[in-house]
């Protein structure tokens, strides 16, 4: 139902005008004539008013999200029922989404994309203190008001929605939803955080980390795909920054940060220390890849799960492992049927027409692992202990009545081995009730049941780690291939739930530069060790390879980087206390040359000799380097005292731009006297660290010139990058 400006609703809401539309919400300007003030409000789509549990749940954590106040979060006011209309009544934020702002700079700045993650984290913790998960974060959702602030929106509706959808589908935009959402799977507070980590990514590199021309596969991107550092698209995001990002970004919910507290202190750290859409009908896959918010449905999410399955088996042990499994199924054939067809072994299903564009997928370990709450988990394992002491009761009375069939025979489950005859040919003769155990190593799980079952067999499954054997396929069994066993008998099977180690073959590593490489591995919770080896054709700085290609979770990778091609080197000599020619001469008999120079006074170095130098003698240095060293200019002479005054203020706001007041920045104030080549400095006000909205004044009543000359520049220095953000040009008067 389309709401009509001039429409009122409880005759007090004026309908002005529909400002936006969503996936599951239009949302309408109105002005409330009781309180005389202009609100927001969403009204919910009229496909989803049909369903009452979908609107009592709606409601119910609407009502939830109105006791949210925070300054970060969009205010709900009132949830109304009105006939068939159900609506949010919520503060009207007059501003630009975030998304729109990202789209119209390209990408943002570091401070500034800091700035407004402080502010959306905070708005997000405030939320998860009450226990409301908002299940939808992403920049559509956050508003920048004109006064700078930033507001997240729709808390309500998002969990409602994935309350009603828990078990039979996904929810979330398909580009910022978290792994285990994608999968249909348990989510909490730390997938929040997730869809954070994609929305600062897309802050700064101006697009979002995981394409796909569908939501299936887009959602299999979040779960197995590895992220690309942001600094790959953006060189000029600190470290520091892309390690927040990157940690938010983790595929297993535990190596996440615990809290958007968290998130906030280590944002704010960064900030000080860098270096460290329309009404008109479209379908729901345009809709989900346009951004908004939709359910994945429980077809797309079985397709997920089915072809959510990485091959990590090494291509060579691959090889040879299906050579040995082809080997006992010959063997097989001629013993028993030649004319039986040989099974396929490790077929995989075909995806679907729509699954053709999706890229190659990767999975680790924890497939299922994210599936259950741990309180439903503990709930489960009590009523499995009693459910196993009713089964052992039942199969006593069983066995004990049974017991001269089994004294008789195979064991306890017609598994043992049975003596055969065999005729003079040395032809195995078989008896009714026995089978020759085919062989099922290398074949998967279910070619492995149903080969079984051709032979009036049963299998019993366990699950182990295999380097060497692709997951889901047969790494052992039990009696081996060839045994004669009894019919009915069990087979124990060890299937492979692939490698525990990390594939690093998958990830690129020789694709990116020692600095990246180190950074990238360090996130992945491994250790980095880098051997520098001398190449006469690869770029200094350039991993040339690594090892091991399997890495255990927390082991030591080495990195083997190009250090360049070969250079003579020859040890500094030592200069310290040799007047400025004979340390020049000195230079050259190595092989080396003068830096820069500059002069200081001293009352213990004669003048002219030298003070000090900038490499310590015995360093290795490559022929023909430079190194600098200060030059003694004699006791200091007394010269005319000169002083200079200033008082003004800074608005360092301009600095920032927006996100300024939760922002911050540390800053020095020095004098700067001299010239370009022989410069002097004196710091006037050490390094402090103040908010990014407030006023520094800047006054000095009394300041001394360094050399005694009467002009001089005060400078405000960004302490974390170096950079002079302000200037203001002195004057200094002679002094009795």
């Not at 081995?417 to 155990?437: F, H, P, R």
Request: aromatic content about 6%; some cysteine; proline content about 5%.
């Amino acid at each position: 139902m389309i709401l009509r400006p001039g429409t009122f609703l409880q005759d007090r809401y004026e309908i002005l005008e529909q400002i936006g539309s969503g996936g599951m919400s239009v949302v309408y300007k109105a002005k409330c004539h009781k309180l005389n003030r202009l609100v927001a409000i969403k009204v919910l789509k009229e496909e989803f008013c049909n369903d009452s549990n979908f609107v009592s749940k709606f409601k119910m954590e609407a009502q939830s999200a109105a006791g949210l106040s925070h300054p970060n979060i969009v205010s709900v006011y009132d949830v109304i029922d009105e006939g068939k209309l159900h609506y949010i009544v919520m503060e009207l934020i007059e501003g630009i989404t975030l998304k729109s702002y990202i789209q119209k700079k390209g990408r943002l700045e570091v401070k500034e994309t800091i700035g407004i993650a402080i502010q959306v984290a905070q708005g997000i913790a405030a939320a998860h203190e009450q226990h409301i998960i908002h299940r939808d974060i992403k920049p559509q959702n956050m508003i920048i008001s004109k006064d700078g602030k930033v507001k997240v929106a729709d808390f309500g509706i998002a969990r409602a929605v994935s309350a009603q959808t828990m078990t039979s589908s996904a929810m979330g935009s398909v580009h910022y939803i978290s792994p285990e959402q994608a999968r249909g799977g348990f989510s909490d507070e730390r997938s929040d955080i997730y869809s954070l980590g994609v929305t600062m990514y897309e802050m700064v590199t101006g697009r979002v980390p995981f394409e796909g021309d569908n939501t299936v596969a887009i959602a299999l991107a979040h779960l197995e795909d590895v992220v690309v550092p942001p600094s790959v698209y953006n060189p000029e995001i600190p470290m520091s920054l892309e390690r927040i990002i990157l940690r938010c970004m983790e595929k297993k919910p535990e190596r996440r940060y615990r809290s958007a507290q968290d998130v906030i202190t280590d944002l704010r750290a960064a900030l000080i220390r860098p270096s460290e859409a329309g009404s008109s009908p479209v379908d729901v896959e345009e809709r989900a890849l346009n951004g908004e918010t939709v359910q994945i449905s429980s077809e797309q999410l079985s397709q997920i799960k089915q072809f959510h399955r990485p091959e990590r088996l090494e291509p060579e042990r691959k090889e040879t492992y299906e050579r040995e499994a082809k080997a006992a199924w010959e063997a097989y054939r001629e013993e028993n049927d030649p004319e039986t067809p040989e099974p396929e072994r490790g077929r995989r299903p075909q995806r679907p027409a729509e699954m053709s564009k999706a890229p190659a997928k990767r999975r680790s370990r924890e497939e299922e692992e994210d599936r259950a709450n741990p309180h439903i988990e503990r709930i489960l394992a009590g009523a499995g202990i009693v459910a196993a002491i009713v089964v052992v009761a039942v199969l006593i009375v069983v066995f004990s009545k049974l017991g001269a069939f089994f004294r008789a025979g195979s064991g306890m489950l017609g598994n043992s081995q049975t003596e055969s005859s065999q005729a003079e040919t040395g032809e195995l003769i078989l008896k009714d009730t026995e089978v020759s155990m085919p062989p099922v190593l290398g074949l998967s799980e279910d070619m492995a049941e149903s080969t079984l079952k051709e032979n009036s067999l049963t299998m019993k499954r366990t699950y182990e780690y295999f380097d060497d054997v692709e997951k889901g396929h047969v790494a052992k069994q039990d009696p081996a291939a060839g045994t004669v066993v009894l019919k009915g008998g069990q087979v124990n099977v060890v299937i492979s739930n692939g490698t525990d180690k990390l594939d690093l073959s998958k990830l690129g590593i020789t694709e990116l530069d020692e600095t990246t490489a180190v950074s990238f591995l360090e996130s992945k919770g491994l250790k980095v060790q880098v051997v520098e080896e001398e190449d006469e054709t690869i770029k200094a700085g350039t991993v040339m390879r690594y090892e091991p290609e399997l890495v255990e979770d927390g082991g030591t990778v080495y990195l083997y980087v190009s250090s360049g091609p070969h250079v003579d080197k020859v040890p500094a000599p030592y200069l310290v206390g040799k007047t400025e020619e004979e340390a020049i001469a000195l230079l050259a008999e190595n092989d080396l040359m003068p830096g820069n120079t500059s002069t200081e006074s001293s009352d213990t170095v004669e003048k002219g000799s030298i003070i000090s130098q900038s490499v310590s003698s015995g360093t290795q240095l490559a022929k023909g380097s430079k190194i600098d060293y200060v030059v003694s200019s004699g006791p200091e002479v007394k010269h005319q005292r000169y002083v200079a005054s200033i008082n003004q203020v800074y608005d360092l706001s301009s600095l920032i731009g927006p996100g300024a007041g939760s922002s911050s920045v540390t800053i020095m104030i020095r004098l700067h006297q001299g010239t370009a080549d022989n410069p002097h400095y004196k710091v006037l006000t050490q390094s402090t660290t103040i908010k990014g909205d407030v006023l520094l004044p800047v006054n000095f009543t009394s300041i001394e010139s360094i050399d005694g000359t009467d002009q001089g520049t005060l400078e405000i220095v960004d302490v974390n990058s170096g950079a002079v953000i302000k200037t203001y040009p002195l004057t200094f008067f002679p002094m009795d």
